[in-house]
């Protein structure tokens, strides 16, 4: 069985509206959201193997404030800039290229391209809010295999649930 928590980066800040999108740090809504939103992972007994993130300021914000709440380490998680306003199709090809080793994964970045994958691997969501989390079992041994056929949805959270 493989996991998969997709995270969508939590609110950023528009202070500085000159600042390049990728530099964007996360504002005072992500700073308070994504402890909450990472203590709620630690309620559920999530316990994760890797996290992937994009390289994005605020998505490796993000990544170490839940990583944080996880008590994950933070020099183990991995950044990369392919999660960097990817489409389905990259980041469904950068989650069958994981370790098998691994077997739940959280990966932080953006949309559209989460919804998208969401609505590729089957599920009909009208959108992942900032810091909402949309979590699938896959019912293979090796990512390599993961698709809509073998997805079944574990959790869907984000800060304005209650």
Known sequence: MKNLIVIRHAKSSWDDPFLDDHQRPLGDRGLRDSPRMGQRLKRKGVIPDLLVSSDAERAKSTALIIAEQLHFPKDRIMFTGT?????????????????????????????????????????????????????????????????????????FDYPKNK
Not at 122 to 149: D, M, R, Y
């Open 83 to 155: 999660l960097y306003h990817a489409s389905s199709s990259v980041i469904l090809g950068l989650i069958r290229s994981l370790d098998d080793l691994y077997n739940t994964v959280m990966i932080f970045g953006h949309n559209p391209g989460f919804n998208d994958l969401i609505w590729e691997l089957g599920f009909e969501i009208e959108n992942l809010p900032t810091c909402g989390q949309f979590a699938v079992k896959f019912e293979v041994n090796s990512w390599k295999h993961v698709g809509k056929e073998n997805a079944k949805k574990w959790f």
